[in-house]
């Protein structure tokens, strides 16, 4: 039942950035982006993906995808919530999705810079269509509109849902306001 509450409390949420958990570490980077658009039935419906990898154990069990439009990560959140992936079956491993708690592509990209870089798998990055490199990509990064990033980042806060951050650190967290 508590799966159940977080996939519907995930689904409400206005959030275009999640976290895929326990992703069997056999998987590269382009296996689970092929795995995951042919079950989202798209090709690229993201334009960032990074599954960070853990040295030469493999990828570090979780992938953080930002999708281009809401309609497309709701859709993604129901999919891929208890997901069984199919290219390492006999891992039984079952699929997780929360919202993360970095939210759009220049707010990834910004964070992909400052604590992803030079630390295994690049995050593969699409404009218009057309892979970059996080360098050419931080080159080009708009920055976020803020109005924008604040009214997603309360969304999730407010839902209540567990939220992460994209990186191999713990989400930090903050003691709830005074009464």
Not at 17 to 38: A, F, H, W
Not at 76 to 83: E, R, S
Request: charged share 20%.
């Amino acid at each position: 039942m508590p799966g159940e509450m977080q996939k519907n409390v995930a689904a409400s949420i206005p959030c275009t950035t999640v976290l895929l958990r326990n992703v069997p570490v056999d998987y590269s980077q382009e296996d689970l982006i092929k795995e995951i658009d042919d079950a989202l039935c798209s090709d690229s419906a993201w334009d960032f993906f990074h599954l960070p990898s853990e040295g030469s154990t493999g990828n570090a069990g979780y992938a953080c995808i930002n999708f281009i439009e809401l309609a497309v990560a709701q859709t993604a959140i129901q999919v891929l919530n208890k997901y069984k992936f199919k290219l390492h079956p006999a891992k039984k491993k079952v699929g997780s999705v929360s919202p993360s708690h970095i939210q759009g592509l220049e707010s990834n990209i910004t964070h992909a810079k400052e604590r992803c870089a030079g630390t295994g798998t690049a995050p593969m990055i699409l404009r218009n269509g057309d892979r970059v490199e996080l360098f050419q990509a931080v080159s080009q990064a708009v920055e976020p509109v803020a109005v924008e990033q604040e009214s997603e980042s309360e969304a999730c806060q407010e839902s209540g849902s567990v939220l992460a951050e994209c990186s191999d650190e713990p989400p930090a967290v903050e003691p709830p306001p005074p009464p």
